[in-house]
């Protein structure tokens, strides 16, 4: 999730191109490595809301809340009664039910390949340039699912991801992003909700 970078961005290159030809001589010039794989875990706080593209061509919006503090994510899907809660210190996932008022709680799937912020992605990943969605730039990222399926993301440099697609179909993209602080209560049940464990 890249944050507006463009005043700092031209100062930059303002230093650069005053300064940069005074130095040459003394500096050798070192090209870093290329990035070979994008972070997946974002850097900052988060409110996303995606439109998600179901098999048959449906179309769903779907809310992500990120708060790096606690390293916690909130999903509210469009038109459920129910958010995910998740927890990625503690690997759980939380279940809220609206109409029940309960919190059902769950090792949370995936949490083994969790990538802490600032880590890039473990596995084999392909650079395939650059894109723009939701008015913010991203790298496309190509990778490949347990059942060899393509799958593609575009991530910015901050680790957001604003858009999917799995075996040339379109998953998700995002259609606004926002970086500003979250609410940590947001990320717990609200008051009046009890908590069922599902039997083992």
């Not at 998600?52 to 909130?74: D, I, K, Y």
Request: with cysteine; glycine share 8%.
């Amino acid at each position: 999730m890249p944050f507006v970078r463009v005043v700092g961005g031209a100062v930059c290159l303002l230093l650069g191109a005053v300064f940069g030809s005074a130095a040459k001589a003394d500096v050798p010039s070192v090209t870093p490595p290329p990035v070979q794989a994008p972070l997946v875990t974002p850097l900052h706080d988060a409110d996303i809301v995606y439109v998600l593209t179901g098999p048959n061509g449906q179309h769903l919006h779907q809310r992500m809340r990120w708060t790096s503090a606690l390293w916690r994510q909130r999903v509210e899907p469009e038109g459920s009664a129910t958010i995910m809660l998740t927890d990625y210190r503690t690997h759980t996932l939380m279940v809220l039910d609206s109409t029940n008022h309960t919190a059902t709680v769950t090792s949370a799937p995936g949490s083994d390949s969790f990538a802490t912020p600032g880590t890039p992605a473990a596995g084999f990943w392909r650079n395939l340039g650059q894109g723009r969605i939701a008015g913010e730039p991203c790298t496309i990222w190509e990778s490949a699912d347990s059942d060899s399926q393509t799958t593609a993301f575009c991530y910015t440099d901050d680790g957001l991801m604003l858009g999917a697609t799995h075996g040339g179909r379109p998953v998700l993209e995002a259609v606004s992003v926002s970086r500003v602080p979250q609410p940590v209560e947001i990320f717990d049940p609200p008051p009046g909700y009890h908590r069922v464990d599902p039997p083992r």
